[in-house]
């Protein structure tokens, strides 16, 4: 039996529609074994096959595109610290690395005692870096 119609859309224009159907469902599965995306939204290949004919309606030009809809990458947050250089003037910025402002933590990489925003607590003690030791200026009054 012959059909009415004989289109099969995976071999139109020499197979390259089956092509980028091919190419659009890599990135789906790619973006669906991404652990940074949502393993529950839906994902989409979307085809949409555009027709036109010609003044004599015994041609049609057909365009197919073909694209996804992918899931996107899930949102990170942290805690940033802001303040101002009370010598300089000048706004700091660092992101809190312990639980809490102002509590020094252990770094699991390193193993070296640091402050809230990473900074080794060695390196302060050995030097004058803009940081305020409230201990150091209550003994000196």
Do not use: C, H, W, Y
């Not at 197919?64 to 000048?90: H, I, M």
């Amino acid at each position: 039996m012959q059909k009415d119609i004989n289109l099969n859309l995976s071999e139109l224009s020499n197979g390259a529609i089956q092509e980028k159907i091919d190419r659009e469902l890599k990135k789906v599965m790619q973006n669906i074994l991404d652990p940074n995306t949502d393993f529950n939204k839906a994902r989409k290949v979307s085809i949409t096959i555009s027709m036109s004919a010609n003044e004599q309606r015994n041609s049609i030009t057909t365009d197919v595109a073909v694209k996804s809809t992918l899931a996107p990458q899930k949102s990170v947050s942290t805690t940033v610290l802001v303040g101002r250089n009370e010598q300089t003037g000048q706004i700091q910025a660092a992101e809190l690395l312990s639980n809490a402002p102002g509590q020094t933590f252990i770094d699991v990489e390193d193993g070296v005692l640091k402050t809230d925003t990473g900074t080794p607590i060695d390196d302060i003690e050995a030097g004058d870096d803009g940081i305020i030791d409230f201990n150091k200026r209550k003994a000196t009054k």
